[in-house]
């Protein structure tokens, strides 16, 4: 300690100083345009929410349209999303219904199928391709 000189104090808090300086305007530019990017995506999603709610009133005026009922399969839906939010938009999607009488008809026509089918021997029941079916599950 007593053979190496002293460090300049001034020097180092002027270097401290550039540093403080260059990172708090790297912080402030880096800030400014999250801030920009953030603004210019809210703008464009009240853009498309606004888009969504006219084309939905356009199609809840065309008469004939109240008993159509879309279905999307649920394999599309986990394909593209994990997890809980995959199982959140398979409960949304189900609980989605234009009408319940005509659902209710068309569950009672389902019911009668299954009921039909029920006393069909299947592929997937046969013993003999349960080896295989798993294979393929898995």
């Known amino acids: 300690l007593t053979q190496v000189p002293a460090i300049q104090q001034k020097r180092t808090v002027a270097f401290l100083n550039q540093f403080v300086v260059h990172t708090v305007q790297f912080l ?3 800030s400014t345009v999250c801030e920009e990017k953030l603004s210019a995506l809210s703008l464009r ?3 498309i929410e606004t888009t969504l709610n006219i084309l939905d ?3 809840s005026s065309i008469p004939g ?3 159509v009922k879309f279905e999307v399969s649920s394999a599309n839906v986990n394909s593209v999303t994990n997890g809980p939010v995959a199982q959140a938009a398979a409960d949304q999607q189900t609980a989605v219904s234009p009408q319940s009488g005509q659902s209710n008809k068309q569950e009672e026509g389902l019911q009668k199928t299954e009921v039909v089918t029920e006393n069909v021997t299947t592929v ?3 013993p003999r391709y349960a080896r295989y ?3 393929v599950q898995v």
């Open 57 to 59: 009133a356009k199609l």
């Open 45 to 47: 999603i009240q853009q």
């Open 65 to 67: 349209l109240e008993d």
């Open 28 to 30: 402030n530019r880096f």
């Open 133 to 135: 079916l798993k294979m």
């Open 124 to 126: 997937a029941k046969d």
